[in-house]
């Protein structure tokens, strides 16, 4: 079975800009958590979404939004960026609600630089 | 808000030597898990604990659950360079069914 992918791997974008991350989930895997991981933060928690809908979300601006598709594939956007936000974009999947009792999946991450 | 903290930082080692890394939590947690993240790479499961006291063993790892239900401690004996990485603990949020993650411990370890 594939696991979860992530693209793009790595993005250089400048400040002000937008940028899409995406994420597939492990096949039958329905639920997708976000993650930012920084030096300095380590791994906070974004949002996680379970059919479409977000069950959680975590201490972020509004500048970060994300979304799940019919197929459990999901996005995250980041608007109006800052430098602050150059970080590993981690998506992590699970087979139902994930949260605090399922095993956490983890994507090799998105590397957003921000210049 | 809800913390959850592990000790030390970062731990160097001689290959051979045993490490520990303790997590602690600010709120009494139902379970606890074990990711490792290797340098350059996402963080992997390693295990879930859910009993208060209950310890699991994976070859040289030994994971424990505390009786308070709010640490839990990982031990590898006789490190190997394969063992290099950061660890994490994970617990649910008190009030919210999302996972917090701790601060991590990395360890290093020379041959």
């Known amino acids: 079975k594939a696991g979860v992918t992530q693209t793009p791997r790595y993005l250089i974008k400048t400040r002000g800009q937008q940028v899409t991350l995406s994420c597939s989930p492990i096949?039958?895997?329905?639920?997708v958590s976000w993650y930012q991981q920084t030096p300095g933060q380590g791994l906070q928690f974004l949002f996680e979404?379970?059919?479409?809908?977000?069950?959680n979300k975590g201490n972020f601006p509004g500048r970060f939004s994300g979304r799940q598709f019919s197929n459990s594939r999901s996005e995250m956007n980041v608007s109006t960026l800052e430098l602050g936000d150059s970080a590993l974009y981690l998506c992590?999947?699970?087979?139902?609600?994930?949260?605090?009792?399922?095993?956490?999946?983890f994507g090799p991450g998105t590397r957003l630089t921000v210049l | 808000g809800q913390q959850v903290m592990q000790i030390p930082q970062y731990q160097h080692v001689q290959e051979g030597e045993d490490f520990t890394t303790y997590c602690n939590s600010s709120?009494?947690?139902?379970?606890i898990q074990w990711y490792k993240q290797r340098p350059g790479g996402h963080p992997v499961f390693l295990i879930q604990l859910v009993k208060s006291g209950e310890v699991k063993k994976q070859k040289r790892l030994t994971f424990q659950f505390g009786e308070a239900k709010k640490n839990s401690s990982l031990h590898i004996t006789a490190t190997q360079t394969t063992d290099v990485g950061t660890y994490f603990c994970a617990g649910p949020s008190y009030n919210t069914d999302k996972l917090i993650f701790g601060t991590g411990t990395r360890l290093q370890v020379f041959p």
């Open positions: 096949s039958g895997h329905r639920s």
């Open positions: 992590a999947s699970s087979l139902q609600f994930g949260g605090s009792t399922d095993t956490q999946y």
């Open positions: 979404y379970f059919s479409e809908t977000q069950r």
């Open positions: 709120t009494t947690l139902s379970n």
